[in-house]
């Protein structure tokens, strides 16, 4: 199996299956010299873990980080960093029933299609435990970036199934289970959920994603487009099926008046780029949305067909997220620093002397 590593200078190489007896990361081309220990990546791992609340996976996994290599005297020394994650709370006997049947909307048919077996066991390598060690990986690079360069990178969930969320307090976000910055309509989050859970059934969401500080100059302006490749970041997820920059998919109801962010000496006047312009930063905040598709793991009856093609019931068994979105947030921002990193790395590299003698425009007009 290949294209299991991501990134060109700053690359993160994950292994280890759902119900296997870890996960891990190797992190190469992290620069020598930034203080990084375990509690530096284990806040976000909290973020994401599941059976912290009702509404999620009730899996009971403390997904606690060591680090195996690549740090010596508490800092980095530019050597491979290994990262691994102890699967504590597998329950493999809950997915005896589909070993020989295709789970719809899974990744079940198209493993046995492409490599003729697959780890039936809570989807093996294509299930969303995976992303347990891009989020480590991921606190690497937010680490480096926040230290280094003073760029801040924040989730928030946009919208739980039908229920559209405004960002009113950023304090809010990390202090329920949602990460909604919508504080009054939580108890509206928490009831339909609850409806949601006693149906049997499951909804998408949406997150949105942003990088606060980001120098302009970093992308290139063909293939690695720096929003390209924050895209592809986002729709390797688990579940996301799509993704938009700044504006997106709005920007076709736009006129050119209105989508165009002009430019003042004293800032931006709109971001409906979403901070980059001809596929490299603007210097203005980096903003994305994916969106997530229920999850195909539910109790109601589906139809479905076996290894040898005839049709099958399926019921799903076992500890499924009625909504996966709602972990969605902290996984959002390790790949959106991951690309941020990898492209800092590559900028530096190539263009660190470069003095364009104009001003920086500030990325928006202060109010």
């Not at 989807?123 to 926040?146: C, M």
């Not at 009054?184 to 990088?211: F, H, I, Q």
Request: aromatic share 6%.
């Amino acid at each position: 199996m290949s294209g299991n590593t991501f990134g060109r200078l700053f690359t993160v190489t994950t292994f280890g299956e759902s119900h296997g007896p870890a996960l891990g990361a190797v992190v190469d081309g992290c620069p020598p010299g930034l203080p990084l220990s375990e509690s530096d990546l284990q806040g976000d791992l909290d973020r994401r873990k599941p059976g912290t609340s009702r509404h999620t996976s009730q899996r009971r996994e403390g997904d606690e980080v060591r680090i195996l290599s690549g740090v010596f005297d508490g800092v980095t020394t530019g050597a491979p960093i290994g990262l691994l994650i102890e699967n504590m709370d597998q329950r493999s006997k809950d997915y005896s029933k589909i070993s020989q049947l295709f789970r719809p909307g899974h990744a079940d048919y198209t493993y046995w299609q492409k490599y003729g077996t697959r780890d039936y066991r809570g989807g093996g390598r294509s299930s969303a435990r995976e992303t347990a060690v891009r989020v480590a990986a991921g606190g690497i690079a937010r680490k480096y970036l926040q230290e280094r360069l003073g760029i801040r990178i924040r989730g928030w969930l946009t919208q739980l199934g039908p229920i559209g969320l405004a960002l009113e307090d950023w304090d809010a976000v990390d202090s329920n289970p949602f990460f909604c910055g919508e504080p009054a309509r939580l108890p509206e989050l928490e009831a339909y959920m609850d409806e949601l859970r006693k149906s049997g059934d499951s909804v998408g969401a949406a997150v949105g994603v942003l990088a606060r500080g980001v120098p302009p100059g970093l992308g290139e302006p063909v293939f690695d487009r720096l929003d390209a490749d924050i895209a592809h970041a986002l729709m390797s997820i688990n579940a996301v099926r799509g993704v938009e920059i700044g504006a997106g998919f709005a920007s076709a109801a736009q006129k050119g008046t209105e989508h165009r962010d002009e430019m003042t000496p004293a800032g931006f006047v709109s971001n409906n780029a979403g901070g980059t312009l001809g596929g490299i930063s603007t210097g203005q905040d980096l903003v994305a949305r994916m969106a997530l598709k229920p999850t195909s793991s539910i109790r109601i009856p589906g139809r479905s067909v076996n290894i040898h093609g005839e049709p099958e019931e399926v019921v799903t068994t076992g500890r499924h997220d009625p909504c996966v979105g709602i972990r969605a947030t902290p996984i959002a921002e390790a790949m959106l620093a991951l690309v941020l990193m990898d492209h800092y790395l590559r900028h530096r590299a190539q263009n660190a002397d470069v003095d364009s003698g104009t001003p920086v425009i500030p990325g928006h007009i202060e109010d």
